[in-house]
């Protein structure tokens, strides 16, 4: 009988991610629920184990949008070492915010948190099989934003257009094309490994608190809006192709690809350039304080 697979999904106490370690329960994973609440923790595995009685939770508290926090996390997470991590927690902050260490929330949360915890659960999964999956975004929506790789903090700060009130959805769409970039830099430093990294864009879904806090002019409305615009079937739909990438027996030893809806696509050329994803992973080291190379 095949030992049980362990799981890891961060933003896991609502909507997609929660959707997302549901389905990797009922698949019979013991799944660690990552989040920044402590009562969200407990209401998230209230409702899933009200669909699933069987499913094996563990509960981790942590702020992603702090290196040593999720530092400490990346340690408690490896014991036992995953064989599934999925990257899913994402936020959208004010410009002017910044986080006790001096980074924005946003770029923090979207892109540091998953590269610095990927990294780090490289070591201890060793040479045994597990795939990464990392949580996108549109590629033909963010085309257009291009990501300034010799100064990451500066995609938080300039060229972010004329209405302050969007700002942040520019911000937040910088960090989720350096989510792509991860997934070709650190599949290309993973290769003759059993470690595969994928992408994939759930489609703009309702439920998923992504703006949850912000009541700013156009940014309130943009959210409000786009709750109009969803695709059909919620949360759960949301997680198909995310759940997909992290269990199906077909995709062993499928890497460095970007999926929407179970089918690989092409991102911005911008996002696929060897030279610029190198430059995006070594300044994401410099600011984690970590080596360029693993």
Same mark, same amino acid.
């Given at each position: 009988?095949?030992?049980?697979?362990?799981?890891? !999904?961060?933003?896991?106490?609502?909507?997609?991610?929660?959707? *997302?370690?549901?389905?990797?329960?009922?698949?019979?994973?013991?799944?660690?629920?990552?989040?920044?609440?402590?009562?969200?923790?407990?209401?998230?595995?209230?409702?899933?184990?009200?669909?699933?009685?069987?499913?094996? %939770?563990?509960?981790?508290?942590?702020?992603?949008?702090?290196?040593?926090?999720?530092?400490?996390?990346?340690?408690?997470?490896?014991?036992?070492?995953?064989?599934? =991590? /999925?990257?899913?927690?994402?936020?959208?902050?004010?410009?002017?915010? @910044?986080?006790?260490?001096?980074?924005?929330?946003?770029?923090?949360? &979207?892109?540091?948190?998953?590269?610095?915890?990927?990294?780090?659960? *490289?070591?201890?999964?060793?040479?045994?099989?597990?795939?990464? !999956? !990392? /949580?996108?975004?549109?590629?033909?929506?963010?085309?257009?934003?291009?990501? #300034?790789?010799?100064?990451?903090?500066?995609?938080?700060?300039?060229?972010?257009?004329?209405?302050?009130?969007?700002?942040?959805?520019? /911000? $937040?769409?910088?960090?989720?094309?350096?989510?792509?970039?991860?997934? $070709?830099?650190?599949?290309?430093?993973?290769?003759?490994?059993?470690?595969?990294?994928?992408?994939?864009?759930?489609?703009? *879904? @309702?439920?998923?608190?992504?703006?949850?806090?912000? &009541? @700013?002019?156009?940014?309130?409305?943009?959210?409000? *809006?786009?709750?109009?615009?969803?695709?059909?079937?919620?949360?759960?739909?949301?997680? #198909?192709?995310?759940?997909?990438?992290?269990?199906?027996?077909?995709?062993?030893? !499928?890497?460095?690809?970007?999926?929407?809806?179970?089918?690989? =696509?092409?991102?911005?050329?911008?996002?696929?350039?060897?030279?610029?994803?190198?430059?995006?992973? #070594?300044?994401?080291?410099? %600011?984690?304080?970590?080596?360029?190379?693993?």
């Amino acid at each position: 009988m095949p030992s049980t697979k362990n799981a890891v !999904v961060t933003g896991a106490t609502s909507g997609i991610g929660e959707a *997302i370690a549901r389905n990797l329960a009922t698949a019979g994973m013991r799944v660690v629920l990552v989040g920044r609440s402590d009562d969200r923790l407990l209401q998230a595995r209230h409702r899933i184990l009200a669909d699933v009685p069987h499913a094996d %939770l563990r509960l981790e508290r942590a702020d992603l949008s702090l290196i040593s926090e999720v530092r400490s996390l990346a340690k408690r997470v490896a014991d036992p070492p995953p064989d599934v =991590v /999925v990257s899913n927690a994402a936020v959208i902050a004010g410009i002017g915010d @910044r986080t006790a260490e001096g980074h924005h929330p946003t770029l923090a949360t &979207n892109h540091l948190a998953p590269y610095l915890l990927l990294r780090s659960l *490289i070591e201890p999964i060793g040479s045994r099989p597990a795939r990464f !999956v !990392v /949580v996108g975004a549109s590629p033909r929506a963010l085309a257009r934003l291009p990501v #300034d790789v010799d100064d990451l903090a500066r995609n938080a700060t300039h060229d972010l257009g004329k209405a302050r009130s969007l700002q942040p959805l520019v /911000v $937040y769409g910088r960090t989720k094309n350096m989510n792509a970039m991860l997934v $070709y830099a650190l599949a290309r430093r993973l290769r003759g490994t059993k470690i595969t990294v994928n992408g994939a864009h759930p489609g703009v *879904i @309702r439920g998923t608190n992504l703006g949850h806090g912000h &009541n @700013r002019g156009l940014l309130w409305a943009f959210g409000t *809006i786009s709750q109009l615009l969803v695709s059909p079937g919620g949360p759960e739909a949301g997680a #198909d192709t995310p759940t997909w990438l992290a269990t199906a027996p077909e995709l062993d030893g !499928v890497t460095g690809q970007f999926f929407v809806k179970r089918k690989a =696509v092409a991102t911005a050329p911008h996002t696929t350039d060897p030279a610029r994803c190198d430059r995006l992973w #070594d300044e994401s080291a410099r %600011l984690v304080g970590e080596p360029a190379t693993l």
